[in-house]
């Protein structure tokens, strides 16, 4: 080979090296580009690797911490167990201190019961006795009052001859409601149909209510037999619609019905008076308490007498447009079935009643 | 008019009817009790009588029914403080014309024994 071929070759090797050599540059600027990358990334590795970790102690530092929450829920749940319980316990203290009280107190209701009636018996004997020894006196000085009113000579006062009359009879009056109401004798009762004796009376109530120019309405529901006494219920039914009627201004109208409610036959007589008072009403049935002029107060204390030897209740419904009385009785077993099939009726009302 | 006893054991009561009955003209005579009630019935005789059921000795009911014993027709009035409805019936089932409750009205007797006197006259 000669030198020029020599100096070409040399020529074509030193290109070739110096594009190698480029080549290597080039590929040297791109690792080192690589490596500045990777370097950067790496950084960015290590910051976010150095992020994670401080995320992961914070979320530490929180579970740590809903951890001592809950310890401390867990302590007041335990707490208000605690006191839950108390309450209960003491809840339960109140509910048999109250048993014992109504204990004790129904006791107390019973003895004074029981000593009532003993006292009632005592009473019951000795007024049939008491009503014989005054009213024996009573007619001899009734009997001369009336003979010596008649007489010429006292003829000026025979106003105060009838008034001395009338006193007497008032106090008589009071004797024999006295002894109907002192009467223990278990009262003879039967089976019977209550709106039968309504209506046996109804006449003579009606009468009453006409003469005083005031209505009355009679409404008898379908009712099972009861066990009455019927001259007690007869006493009981004309003091209570007296009482209404006198309640009364004119064209009043008095109301007396019977149905059946609750299991219970219920006797409802309703007037359209002015009412009782409140002051009143927690008196009423006492002996002797009375509103009227002339009324002797025994009236109602019979009434209530009459009911509690019935077994049934009075309950007063009262206001300035009127005041009803209703009498609940309870139905006899032989006739509670009939109430059944009533009972039954009801939740079918004929139309038109 | 007529004769009349009166059987009761309270002065007051025989008091009052002794004058009103010899007010009215009637012949009475009086007995405190039951048997005295039966003795004078069969001496004086009356037409009527007036007999009060609680008396001693002897109670007007039985006296009633000894009487009745002797005589089914004589007029008999019964009276009573009482009011006791058992012994009024068994009085009415031997025979009595009326029963009195006292203090009865005494001139609603008065009118009574007057209308059995005028039935007895005729």
Same mark, same amino acid.
């Given at each position: 080979?000669?030198?020029?071929?020599?100096?070409?070759?040399?020529?074509?090797?030193?290109? /070739?090296?110096?594009? *190698?050599?480029?080549?290597?540059? +080039?590929?040297?600027?791109?690792? !080192?580009?690589?490596? &500045?990358?990777? $370097?950067?990334?790496?950084?960015?590795?290590?910051?976010?690797?150095?992020?994670k970790c401080k995320r992961a102690a914070e979320l530490i530092i929180a579970n740590k911490e809903l951890a001592f929450e809950c310890k401390e829920k867990g302590k007041r749940a335990a707490e208000l167990i605690i006191a839950n319980k108390e309450l209960a316990f003491q809840c339960k203290e109140k509910e048999d201190r109250a048993?014992?009280?109504?204990?004790?107190?129904?006791?107390?209701?019973?003895?004074?019961?029981?000593?009532?009636?003993?006292?009632?018996?005592?009473?019951?004997q000795m007024a049939a006795g008491i009503g014989h020894e005054i009213r024996n006196p009573m007619t001899t000085v009734r009997g001369y009052l009336q003979l010596l009113g008649a /007489?010429?000579?006292? *003829?000026?006062?025979?106003?105060? +001859?009838?008034?001395?009359?009338? !006193?007497?009879?008032? &106090?008589?009056? $009071?004797?024999?409601?006295?002894?109907?109401?002192?009467?223990?004798?278990?009262?003879e009762q039967r089976s019977q149909d209550l709106n039968d004796l309504l209506g046996k009376l109804y006449p003579l109530i009606e009468a009453d209510t006409f003469t005083q120019n005031k209505q009355i309405s009679f409404i008898p529901g379908e009712i099972p037999n009861l066990e009455l006494n019927g001259n007690e219920i007869t006493?009981?039914?004309?003091?209570?619609?007296?009482?209404?009627?006198?309640?009364?201004?004119?064209?009043?109208?008095?109301?007396?019905?019977?149905?059946v409610d609750n299991g219970k036959v219920v006797l409802a007589i309703a007037d359209e008076g002015c009412g009782i008072a409140a002051e009143n009403l927690r008196k009423l049935g006492t002996p002797f308490f009375t509103t009227k002029d002339s009324g002797t107060g025994l009236g109602l204390a019979t009434c209530y007498k009459i009911v509690e030897s019935h077994n049934a209740k009075i309950d007063i419904d009262s206001s300035t447009r009127g005041t009803t009385f209703f009498i609940s009785f309870p139905i006899p077993v032989a006739s509670s079935k009939i109430v059944d099939i009533l009972s039954q009726k009801a939740i079918h009302p004929i139309s038109g009643s | 008019m007529g004769k009349i006893l009166v059987a009761d054991d309270q002065f007051g009561v025989r008091s009052l009817l002794v004058e009103v009955f010899r007010e009215d003209q009637h012949d009475v005579e009086t007995a405190e009790n039951g048997a005295e009630a039966l003795r004078l019935f069969i001496a004086f005789k009356p037409d009527l009588i007036l007999l009060d059921m609680k008396?001693?000795?002897?109670?007007?009911?039985?006296?009633?029914?000894e009487i009745r014993k002797l005589d089914s027709q004589v007029a008999v009035i019964m009276m009573t403080a009482y009011g006791d409805i058992q012994t009024m019936e068994?009085?009415?089932?031997?025979?009595?014309?009326?029963?009195?409750?006292?203090?009865?009205?005494l001139f609603e007797l008065r009118q009574r024994i007057s209308d059995i006197f005028k039935r007895i006259a005729s």
């Open positions: 080979m000669g030198i020029s071929e020599a100096i070409l070759e040399g020529g074509h090797w030193a290109a /070739k090296l110096i594009t *190698a050599n480029k080549e290597l540059a +080039f590929q040297s600027d791109e690792r !080192e580009k690589l490596l &500045a990358e990777l $370097i950067t990334v790496n950084k960015e590795l290590v910051f976010q690797g150095k992020e048993a014992e009280f109504i204990t004790e107190r129904q006791r107390r209701l019973f003895e004074e019961k029981m000593a009532r009636l003993d006292r009632l018996n005592l009473v019951g /007489k010429h000579e006292y *003829a000026v006062r025979k106003p105060t +001859f009838d008034l001395m009359i009338s !006193e007497l009879d008032r &106090a008589n009056a $009071i004797i024999t409601e006295f002894l109907s109401l002192a009467q223990t004798k278990r009262t006493q009981l039914l004309l003091n209570l619609t007296r009482n209404g009627l006198e309640a009364m201004e004119e064209r009043g109208r008095l109301q007396i019905k019977s149905y | 008396m001693p000795v002897m109670n007007g009911l039985e006296a009633l029914r068994t009085a009415k089932d031997l025979g009595i014309l009326y029963y009195m409750s006292k203090p009865f009205d």
